[in-house]
């Protein structure tokens, strides 16, 4: 790899607050507690072209509002007392890896990095579920390489980020979006939102109880084993049945 520095971006949210993880959130994170390292396999790692033109400060000042938009990318996600905990912070900075390379070599050395970046699992109390790094030809920003962490965002979601960056860096966005995971934890805890996954779990416990036991081993094997062909059921010694993080009614 060529030279290398860092680089900055400051974002400014309009709000800062906690919450519990939201229903989807907290699916993945059990897989990601479970994993530990191995997290990183839900890494989502992607590039993008830069715009013929643009300047360090373009790029630094786009990345900043991609961040100021978007509240997950600005999320922390810990286990709490009370239960998993999202943290959104609302103004920080954001560090990335500048690196210089020859002229045609860009694109490839974008790919490279960000497989790089996602090789490893995020450590979601400290750091942003977002990592990046820029990457100019000959003195110019030609690529940027991404990962995010499956924990804050999802491949749809990625695919909004993506278009999102492109039109910020070419000075076309439009609106930020009025829906983010904070509110969707509030719909999930409050009023109709609740009530609604209250009457889920409730189906799915009535459900499970009717499932054949060889289909739900009441205890873990001595060796791992898949279930039924299409291994919808799956024990293995280190995985208790039931899950430590079963859901309750109360989330």
Known sequence: MDDSRTGSSRFHGRRADRAPMTWG???IWKSIRWLGEGSHYFNIRRTLPVPPGRTE???AAALGQL???HEALRTHFRQAATGPEQEVTDEGTF???VYDTSPGTGAETAGRLAQELA???FDHDR???LRCALVLEAGAPGQLALAFSHLGV???AVRELLADLAALLDDRAGPAPDWQPLDQAAFETEGAGAARGTASLAYWRTTLSRVPPAMCSPGPPTTPRRSGSCGC???HPRSPWPPPHWPTAAG
Do not use: K
């Open 119 to 121: 090789g490893t699992a």
């Open 233 to 235: 059921a799956w024990t």
């Open 95 to 97: 560090a990335y890896t």
């Open 154 to 156: 999802d491949f749809w």
């Open 67 to 69: 961040l100021s938009r």
């Open 57 to 59: 400060a373009q790029v």
């Open 127 to 129: 750091e942003l579920p």
């Open 25 to 27: 959130q907290q699916a």
